[in-house]
């Protein structure tokens, strides 16, 4: 599938992977990289402790 298209809500995120089965497509999707403010010191830091995949339902 090679296509481009404006998906609503996802302006800035990569994709990372299409997989087409069937009716149903899933992308797989990336945010990019920023600091954050550390909730002990308040300083920045680009570390985070842990990262998780989430999926989100879309209906037709």
Not at 32 to 47: A, D, F, G, V, Y
């Amino acid at each position: 599938m090679n296509f481009i298209m404006n998906i609503p809500g996802l302006k800035g995120v990569t994709i990372q992977k299409v997989e087409e089965t069937g009716e149903r497509i899933a992308l797989h999707v990336s945010l990019p990289k920023k600091e954050h403010s550390c909730p002990n010191c308040h300083q920045l830091t680009s570390k985070v402790h842990d990262y998780r995949v989430q999926k989100i339902k879309h209906l037709k």
